[in-house]
């Protein structure tokens, strides 16, 4: 299969890396199940541990602290629903506004059917949530406050959190905090003991790992209660045969991009800042949205006026661009993005956005391919909302 013209949608999913495929292809023939006493079983076990060891060591945390999951949405769960089952009888979960619905829709569900009181942190017009709109959040209660999950970076626009400083007024108050570090690792350097959090997401198919692998990291002493039950694998809190094929590859995907982490960071600023610029100058009107500096290096996500985002995003496609209009769950659902309004835009501006993200196989083809059939397909897109 041929590679698109230009593959500008990274945060959906990127390409797996050549030490993933190695890593994962070296398993896919091994027979055994890691549960197994057996030579066979001992073999996968082996390869398990040692993936274990590997990520928590590119990310700062204890192997123990290391909960393999099948991606992002089930640790995202894992984190909200069983850290608010753990802290019964406190019924508040504060979640920001901007997360990605893995991590809204948990939370929406625990207030529909579990009691749960879920507030939403509001952002600033860059997406943003500053801490002393969680320190008052948390006073109004502090008491009742059962867990907090704030997004390490968003995926729509690429706001980087103050996870720091978010994660030490949680400390203050000994509240469990979650971040989804998914769009973070990689791009940003990530060390989990250093962030303050108790519970971090990842997720491999982000960078440049397999799909259907990732984990949640918990920190020592911070239990949730479990949301699948069975074997009791994983501490007992995730049961669950492990997929040691996709975990190796997951490890190496993980390895790989934290070592090369520095150096991705500068090739992707300068690339995408060579892409914003340029789609400013082929669009004059075109407004950024994010923060404009404090960012994710592979991140330019803009809203285009008088376009609607689902006819740019096909007319492009139509052309050999590939991006999105948003989280790539909620493409096809048309309504305005809930990141976008919560930062204050209008539904019409927030219907009317791209995102174009970079990541490791990305060049300046990718951008001079953009900017040659933008224009014209901004045209087209006007003149269709016209009539």
Request: net charge negative; with cysteine.
């Amino acid at each position: 299969m041929s590679r698109p013209s230009a593959y500008l949608d990274h945060a959906a999913t990127t390409p797996m890396l050549p030490e993933a495929i190695e890593a994962m292809t070296e398993q896919l023939g091994r027979v055994g199940n890691a549960s197994s006493l057996h030579a066979a079983g001992r073999e996968v076990r082996k390869v398990v541990e040692e993936s274990r060891e590997a990520i928590a060591g590119a990310l700062g945390a204890r192997p123990s602290e290391v909960v393999f999951t099948s991606g992002g949405t089930e640790a995202d769960n894992l984190a909200i629903k069983g850290l608010f089952w753990a802290r019964r009888p406190r019924k508040r979960v504060l979640i920001s506004s901007v997360e990605h619905h893995a991590a809204l829709d948990p939370a929406a569900w625990l207030a529909d059917s579990q009691g749960a009181q879920v507030e939403l942190l509001k952002v600033d017009e860059h997406g943003r949530v500053h801490p002393d709109t969680l320190r008052a959040a948390i006073a109004r209660d502090p008491g009742d406050v059962a867990m907090i999950s704030i997004m390490w970076a968003n995926n729509e626009v690429g706001t980087v959190q103050p996870v720091h400083a978010l994660a030490a007024v949680a400390g203050d108050h000994g509240i469990p905090f979650h971040t989804d570090a998914v769009q973070a690792i990689g791009q940003l350097p990530v060390s989990f003991a250093e962030s303050g959090a108790d519970a971090l997401t990842l997720t491999g198919h982000k960078i440049g790992g397999p799909m259907g692998a990732g984990a949640l990291l918990l920190a020592k002493g911070v239990t949730p209660v479990s949301v699948q039950h069975g074997g009791g694998q994983e501490r007992d809190v995730r049961s669950g045969t492990l997929d040691a094929p996709a975990i190796a590859g997951l490890a190496a995907a993980v390895r790989t991009a934290v070592k090369e982490q520095q150096a991705q960071h500068r090739h992707l600023t300068a690339l995408r800042d060579e892409l914003i610029d340029r789609v400013r100058r082929a669009v004059p009107d075109v407004v950024l949205n994010g923060d404009p500096v404090d960012r994710l290096p592979g991140n330019a996500h803009f809203s285009f006026p008088g376009c609607e985002g689902d006819a740019l995003l096909m007319l492009l496609d139509a052309r050999g661009i590939e991006c999105s209009t948003g989280s790539a769950c909620s493409a096809g659902v048309a309504q305005p993005s809930h990141v976008l309004l919560a930062m204050g835009a209008e539904a019409a501006a927030a219907r009317g956005s791209l995102r174009f993200t970079l990541g490791h196989t990305s060049t300046h083809d990718d951008v001079d391919r953009l900017i040659e059939v933008l224009p014209a397909v901004v045209e087209r897109a006007r003149r269709a909302g016209l009539t």
